[in-house]
């Protein structure tokens, strides 16, 4: 049969979004430096929208529990993360050291906190290994050459030091403005500028160059630490419990110029976009870290299971909604930034056993290892026993599993000898 041409008339179903709901999911998923961006180049396109400087009050919010000197030292019972030590060990089999120089090296190594700062002074060091203070600041200072740069500082000013040093020949004006940290965190910019003999903007720049180093440049080897950048939310611990608050220093301040013909509209529609992702963002960051306070308090062995639609059904939105505003966020607090994603975590073990999280589970063998016996390290079976014991039975391929994910050698590479 011949095949002819026919005219048929069907329907069918599309999804059609507005440009504005474009720009709405846009605006989930963007973090403080994606926001920037897309409004940047908004206001470029639309001139009734203006972006001036954040707004002032809590700027630099990162820096604030260094500048005051209120965060309390580490615990030194709670070694070094692991894959910290491991790189830094690492490093020093590398250089093959003579053996009074690798013992100087390990000992510096040991003394490692959590931040990558050195936790002892070094008169102490030298004097628990018999070693002349002077060896021992010699070999300091190779080690302060190890990636990343500010490890092995005694100090925040050498922990930026160390940074400025490593992008090549440091500006004077910024070795300056590190030496007066107390200035910055005044925000004394115009005394700064006079005492430096520049005009404000250098000021400026060296400030914004302080903001993208790291002061915990060990921090980064936590599973949950986010790279250094500007924080969405800022978490602090107060004498009422936990807060949570939008970093508003890391965005700039919107406005909308009357009398700009037809753009004030879009403008105005923009600003509200953004006032609903920020309160989304605040909602979300809220409930998460509402639900993970152990985990603020003594960290990643603390965090509960907890899943993105258990968020969503507490804030009565869709999960897909909760998935886009932790996408690439992040929120500061005083163990260093953590990714808000990395705060979910599946449940392990039965509805009978205790409420273990693959995170927290994760967490406790990176301890575990790290208290260790060198001599005789944990084999995998082993860091298996030892979480099972906790409630969630652990097979020995899925303590290989979490070893492996945090950069932990095997057993065999672990073991010191003598």
């Known amino acids: 049969m011949d095949a002819k041409p026919r005219i048929a008339v069907t329907t069918s179903q599309r999804l059609h979004l507005s440009l504005a709901l474009q ?30 400087p954040p707004p002032p009050g809590d700027w630099l919010p990162r820096w604030d529990s260094m500048f005051r000197g209120a965060e309390p030292p580490p615990d030194r019972a709670e070694a070094a993360p692991p894959s910290l030590l491991a790189h830094v060990i690492g490093w020093i089999d590398r250089q093959s050291l003579p053996p009074a120089e690798a013992r100087i090296a390990l000992a510096l190594a040991e003394a490692l ?59 004077p004006v910024l070795l300056g403005v590190i030496d007066h940290l107390d200035l910055v ?18 000021i400026t720049r060296a400030i914004r160059a302080i903001r993208a180093m790291n002061p915990k440049p060990g921090a980064q080897f936590d599973h949950l630490a986010a790279p250094i950048r500007e924080p969405d939310l800022i978490a602090r611990r107060g004498d009422l419990g936990w807060t949570v608050a939008l ?39 809220q409930e998460i870290l509402r639900r993970q306070e152990a985990a603020l308090d003594h960290g990643p062995a603390r965090l509960i299971p907890l899943t993105m639609a258990e968020v969503a059904a ?24 953590l990714w808000l994603r990395g705060l979910f ?11 273990l999280s693959a995170a927290a589970l994760r967490a406790r063998l990176a ?17 298996a026993r030892a979480l099972s014991a906790e409630g969630a039975i652990i097979a020995r391929r899925t303590a290989a599993k979490y070893r492996e ?12 000898r003598g």
């Open 405 to 416: 994910m945090q950069g932990i050698p095997a057993a065999h590479r672990r073991r010191q």
């Open 314 to 337: 507490a804030l009565d939105l869709h999960e897909s909604t909760v998935s886009r505003v932790v996408s690439g966020t992040s929120v500061d607090t005083p163990r260093g930034t």
């Open 247 to 285: 970093n508003r220093s890391a965005l700039p301040s919107l406005s909308v110029t009357p009398g700009r013909g037809g753009g004030q509209g879009p403008a105005r529609a923009l600003l509200r976009l953004v006032e609903a992702r920020n309160t989304t963002l605040l909602r979300v960051g």
């Open 23 to 52: 720009s709405s999911l846009r605006l989930l998923k963007a973090d403080a430096a994606g926001l920037t961006r897309y409004l940047e180049e908004q206001a470029a396109e639309n001139p009734a929208l203006q972006l001036g």
């Open 113 to 171: 906190e959590p931040s990558g700062w050195l936790g002892s002074p070094l008169p102490r060091i030298a004097k628990d290994i018999a070693t002349p203070l002077a060896q021992v600041e010699a070999v300091l200072a190779r080690l302060q050459t190890i990636e990343p740069a500010g490890l092995f500082a005694r100090s925040l000013s050498e922990c930026l030091r160390l940074q400025a040093r490593a992008e090549g020949d440091p500006d």
């Open 367 to 383: 301890d575990l290892v790290a208290r260790e016996d060198r001599r005789h390290p944990l084999t995998d079976e082993a860091l």
């Open 185 to 202: 965190a005044t925000g004394d910019i115009p005394r700064l500028a006079r005492k430096f003999g520049v005009p404000e903007p250098a």
């Open 345 to 355: 975590s599946a449940r392990r073990g039965g509805e009978e056993a205790p409420a």
